[in-house]
């Protein structure tokens, strides 16, 4: 199984200041035939489902704020909110989906400092 | 718009079966995988089972392999999962969700959820 992990758990940024979560796989998700990385990122807010925000490690879902992006490849990925706002304080989760069982990290808490 | 209502869930006994439903909407249920996938407090978030490629092919984690079934009836755009033999470790909130096409492919969107909790 592919083990994800994230850094920090939590994390408490400024309003307008930068946030960046880490997540790491335990085997590379780069699948080598097409080049690509299958990793998503998920933001979850309270009470609330998941939510999708990045695919394919940097791809944004469609409505998604440009404040948010995705990098990395390989095992090492990250997701940056580039000017925190209110309304992101939720719960982050990167998940990989190249193999079964598809594993998700143990998530990251944002607030506001 | 894409909607997915999740039902079923409730209190059972250890042993005891529920067989969750999802009523999809909005879209070409014949062209998307559909998973479903649990969250506890404890453990996070679980990939439990999906089934993909017009209902053929069936993927289960290994917590759950030999006591859940999920199924799809296209006719009623609707996928169920049956879970038998329940244990106090699948208490969760299941959700539904809709993969973007087979079963390498990311969740969205993911429905409100559904609760089981299995006590005595």
């Not at chain 2, 006719?75 to 390498?104: H, P």
Request: proline share 4%.
């Amino acid at each position: 199984d592919i083990v994800m992990t994230q850094s920090p758990d939590s994390l408490a940024v400024s309003l307008g200041e930068r946030a960046t979560i880490n997540c790491k796989s335990s085997q590379t998700v780069l699948y080598s035939s097409n080049n690509k990385n299958y990793l998503a990122w998920y933001q979850q807010k309270s009470g609330q489902p998941p939510k999708l925000l990045i695919y394919w490690a940097s791809t944004r879902e469609s409505g998604v704020p440009d404040r948010f992006s995705g990098s990395g490849s390989g095992t090492d990925f990250t997701l940056t909110i580039s000017s925190l706002q209110a309304e992101d304080v939720a719960v982050y989760y990167c998940q990989q989906y190249l193999t079964t069982p598809l594993t998700f990290g143990p998530g990251t808490k944002v607030d506001i400092k | 718009e894409v909607q997915l209502l999740a039902s079923g869930g409730g209190l059972v006994q250890p042993g005891g079966s529920l067989r969750l439903s999802c009523a999809a909407s909005g879209f070409m249920f014949d062209n998307y995988a559909m998973s479903w996938v649990r969250q506890t407090p404890g453990k996070g978030l679980e990939w439990v089972s999906s089934i993909v490629g017009g209902r053929s092919t069936i993927f289960y984690a290994d917590s759950v392999k030999g006591r859940f079934t999920i199924s799809g009836d296209n006719s009623k755009n609707t996928v169920y999962l049956q879970m038998n033999s329940l244990r106090a470790e699948d208490t969760a909130l299941y959700y539904c969700v809709r993969s973007a096409g087979g079963i390498n492919t990311w969740f969205d969107p993911w429905g409100q959820g559904t609760l089981v909790i299995v006590s005595s």
